[in-house]
Nanobody
Framework: QVQLVESGGGLVQPGGSLRLSCAAS????????MAWYRQATDKRRDLVAALTSGGSTNYADSVKGRFTISRDNANNAVYLQMNSLKPEDTAVYYC????????WGQGTLVTVSS
């Protein structure tokens, strides 16, 4: 079974940028949707951005214009470029792959604080 591993999280000041990566242990070509979710402390896990195999994207209203999702099928990777970060973006970010089933990574923590 394909496994997903996120990286790139860390501490960043408000207004800063981070790029999250999701590396898959196998081909992501068969997954119809690759997505990023986030979960803040004591909050539910919410969709941040999704990208279909056909190239359609969907973003949470709170990140539109600041975050960009992309996928690299050749390298079995998905990325989330996050710009103009705000304290409310602080959360654990999870990579998700959807096809016949749904796979999750272990998450990477993003902390936006001065």
């Amino acid at each position: 079974q394909v496994q997903l591993v996120e990286s790139g999280g860390g501490l960043v000041q408000p207004g800063g940028s981070l790029r999250l990566s999701c590396a898959a242990s196998g081909s992501i070509f068969r997954f119809n949707v690759m997505a990023w979710y986030r979960q803040a402390t004591d909050k539910r896990r919410d969709l941040v951005a999704a990208l279909t195999s056909g190239g359609s994207t969907n973003y949470a209203d709170s990140v539109k214009g600041r975050f960009t999702i992309s996928r690299d099928n050749a390298n079995n990777a998905v990325y989330l470029q996050m710009n103009s970060l705000k304290p409310e973006d602080t959360a654990v970010y999870y990579c998700n792959a959807r096809g016949s089933g749904s796979l999750w990574g272990q998450g990477t923590l993003v902390t936006v604080s001065s």
